[in-house]
Antibody, heavy 117, light 108 residues
Framework: QLQLQESGPGLVKPSETLSLTCTVS??????????WGWIRQPPGKGLEWIGSIYYSGSTYYNPSLKSRVTISVDTSKNQFSLKLSSVTAADTAVYYC?????????WGQGTLVTVSS | DIQMTQSPSSLSASVGDRVTITCRAS??????LNWYQQKPGKAPKLLIYAASSLQSGVPSRFSGSGSGTDFTLTISSLQPEDFATYYCQQSYSTLPITFGQGTRLEIK
């Protein structure tokens, strides 16, 4: 059974860079059929797609966040990572990592990241 | 971006009721439409993919229909565990993938 697990700091200061890692177990991140992505959900609000990456390193970012987002993959560790720079309070959210084909069929449990000084 | 609009935003219903949630896309997305259920404090769960295909393990009381711009999620007979928030999501355009704003289904 595929499992995804987010890890990283739960508190980030304004203007700094948010960094999260997703570890995939029970399957290979190098599967040719899927992308791996990040989705976030501000408290009490809806879902926002941040971006996704293919195992080869090809990336697709939400244009609304593109200037601040970097997603990378480490196939040797079966992990992919998110960096979001210059964060503000508006970036406070639960961040999910996920597997995407034509649908998002596997999700991590989510991790709350709070932006505050 | 392709905008996804769900209606209603919230809904009160009783156990045993038949419930329909609607999702409209701002342009045609063929059948590239998925439905998710989210319970408080949990990650979303895929219910329906490709507009009408039931994800493995999802009860058959859930069904989806539609194509082009208009889609529906129907729960034929509400069960206590179905009270949650439901989201539609289009995967026709991946730049970016977009979700509806959610429909909160509450107990009447």
């Amino acid at each position: 059974q595929l499992q995804l697990q987010e890890s990283g700091p739960g508190l980030v200061k304004p203007s700094e860079t948010l960094s999260l890692t997703c570890t995939v177990s029970g399957g290979s991140i190098s599967s040719s059929s899927y992308y791996w992505g990040w989705i976030r959900q501000p408290p009490g609000k809806g879902l926002e797609w941040i971006g996704s990456i293919y195992y080869s390193g090809s990336t697709y970012y939400n244009p609304s966040l593109k200037s601040r987002v970097t997603i990378s993959v480490d196939t040797s560790k079966n992990q992919f990572s998110l960096k979001l720079s210059s964060v503000t309070a508006a970036d406070t959210a639960v961040y999910y990592c996920a597997r995407r084909g034509d649908s998002v069929d596997y999700w991590g449990q989510g991790t709350l990241v709070t932006v505050s000084s | 971006d392709i905008q996804m609009t769900q209606s209603p935003s919230s809904l009160s219903a009783s156990v045993g009721d038949r419930v329909t949630i609607t999702c409209r896309a701002s342009q045609s997305i063929s059948s590239y439409l998925n439905w998710y259920q989210q319970k408080p404090g949990k990650a979303p769960k895929l219910l329906i993919y490709a507009a009408s295909s039931l994800q493995s393990g999802v009860p058959s009381r859930f069904s989806g229909s539609g194509s082009g711009t208009d889609f529906t999620l129907t729960i034929s007979s509400l069960q206590p565990e179905d009270f949650a928030t439901y989201y539609c999501q289009q995967s026709y355009s991946t730049l970016p993938i977009t979700f509806g704003q959610g429909t909160r289904l509450e107990i009447k």
